[in-house]
C-alpha cells in the first residue's frame, strides 16, 4: 500500500469506522445510565430542581478560594489543557472544513500561529500534569493503567498534528496519515474509558444540584 492509499484509507473507511464506534460507545454508555433508573422521591420538594441543577453546574466549574490553594498547579493545568484542546480541535481552520464535511456547516477560525502556539502550550501543559502524576506519591498510588492510556490517546493527536503541520521527518500524507489515524484512536477509546467525562460531567453535576435543590439544600 502507497502512502496515499493508506492516507485515503484513512480518511475514508477508517475514520467512518471510528465514527461508528464512537457514536455508538457513546449511545451505549448513556443508555447504561439511563437504565440505571432513578427511585421515585417521596418526600415533599422543598426547592427547584432544574434552577439547582443548572447553578451547580455553573458553581462546580468554578473553583472555590480553599480548593484553588490546596490544588493550584492541577486545576491551572487541568484548565490550560481542556482550553487548549478545545481551541485546537475546533478553531483550526483545516479542522473547521472537516467538521463543514461532517456536519454541513462551519464558524470562523482563528489565526494558524494563535493556533500553532496553543498547540505547544496544550502540550507542555499535558507533559506537566504528567510529571506531576508521576512525582506526587498519592496521585502515582492512585494512578491506573487507564489514567496513562487515556493521558497518551489525549496528547497524540496534538503532537502528530504539530509535526504534521510543520512536516516534521518523513512526507507530508504519510504525517497527515499518522495524525489522523492517533485521532480515530481517540474515537475508538473515548466512550470506553475516563474520557467520557466530556459528555457526562455537566449531567452529574446537573443531577447533585438537582437533588439538594428538591431537599431544599444548597450543592
Avoid at 454508555?29 to 420538594?45: D, M, T, V
Avoid at 468554578?62 to 484553588?68: A, G, L, M, R, V
Avoid at 462551519?106 to 500561529?113: D, F, K, L, V
Amino acid at each position: 500500500m502507497s502512502e496515499i492509499e493508506f492516507l485515503s484509507w484513512v480518511r475514508g473507511p477508517g475514520f467512518q469506522i471510528a465514527v461508528i464506534i464512537f457514536i455508538a460507545g457513546v449511545l451505549i454508555r448513556f443508555g447504561e445510565i439511563l437504565l440505571l433508573g432513578r427511585k421515585k422521591n417521596l418526600a415533599e420538594a422543598k426547592g427547584s430542581e432544574m434552577s439547582s441543577g443548572l447553578r451547580t453546574i455553573i458553581t462546580r466549574s468554578i473553583p472555590d478560594k480553599t480548593t484553588f490553594q490546596r490544588s493550584t498547579f492541577t486545576l491551572v493545568a487541568g484548565y490550560i489543557f481542556h482550553i487548549g484542546i478545545f481551541v485546537t480541535l475546533f478553531l483550526f481552520a483545516p479542522h473547521i472544513l472537516m467538521f463543514k464535511e461532517v456536519i454541513g456547516f462551519g464558524w470562523p477560525s482563528i489565526p494558524t500561529p494563535i493556533i500553532d502556539a496553543t498547540a505547544v502550550v496544550t502540550i507542555i501543559a499535558l507533559l506537566a500534569v504528567l510529571a506531576h502524576r508521576m512525582s506526587n506519591t498519592v496521585l502515582k498510588f492512585l494512578s491506573t493503567k487507564e489514567d496513562y492510556l487515556v493521558w497518551l490517546v489525549t496528547i497524540l493527536p496534538l503532537i502528530t498534528g504539530y509535526i504534521a503541520f510543520h512536516r516534521i521527518g518523513t512526507t507530508a500524507p504519510t504525517l497527515l496519515a499518522i495524525h489522523i489515524l492517533s485521532v480515530e484512536l481517540l474515537l475508538v477509546i473515548f466512550p470506553f474509558t475516563k474520557l467520557m467525562h466530556s459528555f457526562t460531567v455537566a449531567l452529574s453535576r446537573w443531577y447533585n444540584g438537582a437533588i439538594s435543590g428538591y431537599r431544599g439544600v444548597e450543592s
